[in-house]
């Protein structure tokens, strides 16, 4: 489970800028990620991770969970590291619970 940073558009398309994602897998051309943040404006969509400094990240950090997001290789920008054993943990539950639904398997998730 690696953390990058990358190019990312907000969720209205009004620009676009280089934060934090976890890669979670390769699906054709493209990488399944979640968005990383140190935003907590929307609970219990949100999971902190338990060590963000592991990954070079300079304060508490969490991880949007309620949805996966699609980018092309183009988007990663440089490796930040590895996660911590028990964010990965959590970065694989996440992936299992989205896996388990219709829109994953249509691959109808956010593509930036």
């Given at each position: 489970?690696?953390?990058?940073?990358?190019?990312?558009y907000?969720?209205?398309?009004?620009?676009?800028k280089?934060r934090?994602?976890?890669?979670?897998?390769k699906?054709d051309d493209e990488?399944?990620?979640l968005?990383?943040?140190?935003?907590e404006?929307?609970?219990?969509?949100?999971?902190k991770l338990?060590?963000?400094?592991?990954?070079?990240?300079?304060k508490?950090?969490?991880?949007?969970?309620?949805r996966l997001?699609?980018?092309?290789?183009s988007?990663?920008n440089?490796?930040?590291?590895?996660?911590?054993?028990?964010?990965?943990?959590?970065a694989?539950r996440?992936?299992n619970?989205?896996?388990?639904?219709?829109?994953?398997?249509?691959k109808?998730?956010?593509?930036?």
């Amino acid at each position: 489970m690696e953390v990058w940073n990358a190019n990312l558009y907000f969720d209205d398309m009004s620009g676009a800028k280089n934060r934090p994602v976890i890669v979670l897998e390769k699906r054709d051309d493209e990488f399944t990620v979640l968005m990383v943040t140190s935003s907590e404006r929307m609970p219990g969509r949100m999971v902190k991770l338990d060590d963000p400094y592991e990954v070079m990240l300079d304060k508490t950090s969490s991880v949007r969970v309620d949805r996966l997001f699609r980018i092309p290789q183009s988007k990663f920008n440089y490796k930040l590291g590895d996660l911590c054993e028990s964010d990965a943990d959590m970065a694989v539950r996440v992936l299992n619970e989205h896996k388990a639904t219709k829109a994953y398997r249509r691959k109808a998730y956010r593509r930036f």
